[in-house]
């Protein structure tokens, strides 16, 4: 029993060795070697197989203890080397268990293997009943990296970039500012002169100060007006964007002219001659009041003389802003809302005078103390529209505001007058309520109201002092359509008797603009 093994051993121990030898001889004249470039390559190859085994390609080995088809490893045809891609950047997927296995250490034969996924390895395993996570079977993977998500670079002021604030488009914005923001400015205005007829005169001793004689100055009031000079004053803005975006805002503005305009004073101390012009009703002639005044070196009037216009304003928006496009250098907003304006004008004359002639009606001494004042508001109530526009360069931006308002306006005039007696031989005081250009007939309290319009225009210029921080100068511009001014409320035909109803009231308007320079501080978070 013992030969008879070994015989057979030794029997297949020769015929391994004689198929080895068989195989590794040179192909017959016609065959292609392995190595040959030609389409029939592969071909070939099957040929010499058949030829040199004793099997055919059909047949099966026994590698192990498992039978493969040797049909089952496909032969390729070669091509000519690639170059080599950078290997993408790997990461590890998690593994996971094949329909049907409890855990990652069940085990499958190669025939349960199907389907696998993309990590399936390609030649056949060998073996049955072997743990998949033994023989590497491809449970987890390597597969190429995702793309690290790129970070949105901070613009402006934003701490959290939003993804449609990147874009140029209707209602869309570039981040580029913050969620809140506080104006403060000074306000240096020039305002239009203000109309008047002549309320003080002056010349030189012994001319009668009659209103357009020669000699004669219109020391306030007149043709051309009264200057109400420099008006300070400031505005304060503030507001918040209500979404990320910042597409859709509120804000406010609180602004305003402090009391100012032009002032007369004339002591009386001197020889010159001032007088309050007014024009005659029964005679139709220009008149004066003398206040001040000698003929040939004897006084007969001796007096003082002040006269005041003051102008001054406030005013509040209540605005929304809805972004209308916007990218990092430029943002256009649509502003709507509620504003109220109120511009006062108040103009006074004031005269208190002695009587020095011996001889007339009036006892010597007797002292007239004459006050006119005519008092003016307009105030306004209405609707807002504008656009506003930043333009950024760097550190520097560039603002414009285009805005009108369209409403009621409430027009009020005061006109009152009072004179104080003192009788130079009795003392006795008695009181009138009447001046000279304010007189019973037009004095009283008149109102109505006007449609108008406020058209407002500024452009102003700003550095970023810090992140958050911006220094301002700018331009504003602002007009009223229908404003009653208090100078032209002023009827200059008076009648001193009061005979008739004269000086009547009426009222009048007039457009009235205003423009100045802005100088600010800007704070944003």
């Known amino acids: 029993m013992k030969l008879s093994r070994s015989l057979f051993r030794l029997a297949l121990l020769g015929a391994l060795i004689s198929g080895v030898n068989a195989y590794g001889q040179t192909p017959p004249s016609g065959a292609k ?39 089952a490893v496909p032969l390729k045809p070669v091509a000519p080397p690639q170059p080599i891609a950078p290997p993408a950047a790997l990461q590890w997927r998690a593994p996971e268990v094949p329909e049907g296995a409890k855990s990652f250490g069940d085990t499958q034969t190669l025939a349960d293997t199907q389907g696998i996924g993309d990590g399936q390895l390609v030649e056949p395993m060998i073996g049955s009943g072997v743990p998949m996570h033994i023989v590497g079977y491809p449970m987890g993977y390597d597969e190429p990296a995702a793309p690290a998500p790129v970070a949105m670079p901070s613009v402006g002021n934003c701490d959290v970039a939003c993804d449609p604030c990147s874009n140029v488009s209707f209602g869309r914005s570039s981040c580029n500012e913050s969620y809140y923001w506080f104006d403060a400015e000074a306000l240096l205005w020039f305002g239009d002169n203000l109309n008047s007829p002549p ?33 300070p004053g400031y505005r304060l803005s503030f507001g918040t964007w209500l979404n990320d975006c910042r597409t859709v805002g ?14 007369f004073s004339d002591p009386g101390t001197g020889t010159n001659s001032v007088g309050r012009p007014y024009v005659d009703f029964n005679s139709g002639l220009a008149s004066v009041y003398d206040v001040n005044y000698q003929l040939n070196g004897v006084p007969h009037w001796e007096g003082s003389t002040t006269a005041s216009n003051n102008l001054s304003m406030i005013g509040v928006d209540a605005l929304g802003k809805f972004l209308i496009t916007g990218d990092n250098n430029h943002r256009l907003t649509m502003l709507a809302g509620y504003q109220f304006n109120r511009l006062d004008n108040d103009l006074s004359v004031r005269s208190f005078r002695t009587n020095r002639l011996t001889g007339d ?32 360069r760097g550190r520097f931006t560039v603002g414009s505001l285009v805005k009108v308002g369209f409403g009621n306006i409430g027009q009020q005039v005061n006109i009152s007058g009072s004179t104080t007696t003192v009788d130079g031989g009795t003392q006795q005081v008695t009181t009138t309520a009447a001046g000279v250009l304010a007189q019973g007939s037009n004095s009283g309290v008149y109102n109505r109201d006007r449609f108008g319009f406020l058209p407002e225009l500024g452009v102003k210029l700003g550095y970023d002092i810090r992140q958050n921080v911006k220094f301002t100068v700018g331009y504003t511009f602002l007009y009223w359509s229908d404003v009653a001014l208090a100078g032209d409320q002023v009827n200059p035909t008076v009648d001193l008797l009061q005979n008739s109803n004269n000086p009547s009231f009426t009222f009048r308007e007039s457009g009235y603009w205003m423009q100045g320079v802005d100088l600010g501080l800007s704070f944003s978070y």
């Open 199 to 231: 309320l003080v005169t002056t010349a030189a001793a012994g001319v009668v100060p009659i209103s357009g004689d020669p000699g004669v100055t219109n020391a306030f009031g007149g043709p051309d007006g009264i200057d109400p000079g420099l008006l």
């Open 33 to 71: 070697s392995l190595s040959d470039d030609s389409a029939a390559q592969v071909e070939g190859l099957g040929k010499v197989i058949a030829d040199r085994s004793a099997q055919s390609l059909g047949d099966t080995k026994v590698l192990g203890d498992t039978p493969v088809p040797l049909n």
């Open 250 to 263: 509120v804000g406010g503005r609180v602004y305003g002219l402090f009391s100012g305009g032009a002032d």
């Open 361 to 392: 009606l009036i006892p010597d001494g007797t002292t007239f103390d004459t006050l006119d004042s005519f008092s003016t508001s307009n105030s306004f109530h209405g609707g807002s529209l504008g656009m506003e526009s930043d333009f950024r």
